[in-house]
């Protein structure tokens, strides 16, 4: 397993390369257990990988949802190459160690444990490896597009992302929007001839100070959350800049209607252009994931926790693909080996043994649901 992981650590699947390499890894990897698989691959380096191993058994199918994809590693920092998988002190280093390939290569290695024990299982096993997770989850979408309908009904979803072995079972979804003002370009020394859109984002920016969005704070999740992170306008020093735009990253709660924020966006831009004929502005969705919140009483929670030994289930900071397999209705839950904290930052590993313990939980997790 350990040559399995770093092999996919190895295959650099940011977004640019796309994750089709990994794909393929991954289908050789189950063929050595006479495991059939699908590479769904498009935009010439874009691929999801699909594997259904079928029983001859009635009970609902798992589905495991897993990324291929990474971000980028970024040029600083790393004490060893990003995509290199060096294992130092039992850790191995590399972007998407954990983030998710070591879940991968548990998930894999547990169902190839499990088919080559020749066990009898009694309701088939689903795995998806997804492309475009960390950028517009086109993978998840695509899947569920394609294949959504003609599934069974499930037990539940698994998603091996880290979690430290903690059962997640909620996080914030995720609002990015773009906002525009537009101007009237004029030369730098005859201002009063133009319309200065940093001048109408000064005021935008005013506004957006005193906005709260309305809700209720979640007891897991905590409030909901807007930051502005991005600014750019302006071409020249000496001309009046005709375009600024700023990015705004809202992170929303369960039940949260992200148009209601949109629509607040456009209440106040209509009012200020009420107040000022010139003023122009726009609001645009840059991306969205919704919110994930999956009940912890009903019986399969349950049941996973007392399978993982876990006391209860708790919410995280990141967002998953998660929200996209909600619709499947079945419950969806996340966890796997390796630390969120190490995810998306240089230096970024997993404890092996860590991962030799997920193929244990994950043989358990099947063997409780479908035997
Ligand atoms: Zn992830």
Redesign the pocket.
Known sequence: MKRFLRRLVEADTTAGKGELAAAEIISAELSQSGIDSTIDSWDSNRANLIARIKSAGHRRPLLFAC?LDVVEPGHEGWESPPFEAVEREGRIYGRGSA??KGGIAAIVTAVRQLVDSGVKLAGDIILVAAAG??TDSCGAKRFIRDFGGKLPKLAGVI?P??TEFEVVTAHRGMLWLRVTTKGKAAHGSTPQLGINAIGSMKTVLAELENYKIDVEPHKLLGGCSMSINTISGGREINVVPDECSIGIDIRTLPGQNHQDIIDDFEKIFARLKGERQEFKAAVSVVREVAALQTDNNCDFVRDFCSVVGAGGTRAVG?T??GPHFAPLGAPVVIFGPGESDV?HKPNEYIVFADVEKAVEYYKNIILKFLT
């Open positions: 990324h983030d998710m997770e960390e998603l992302e880290p990141f998953t693909d995810c």
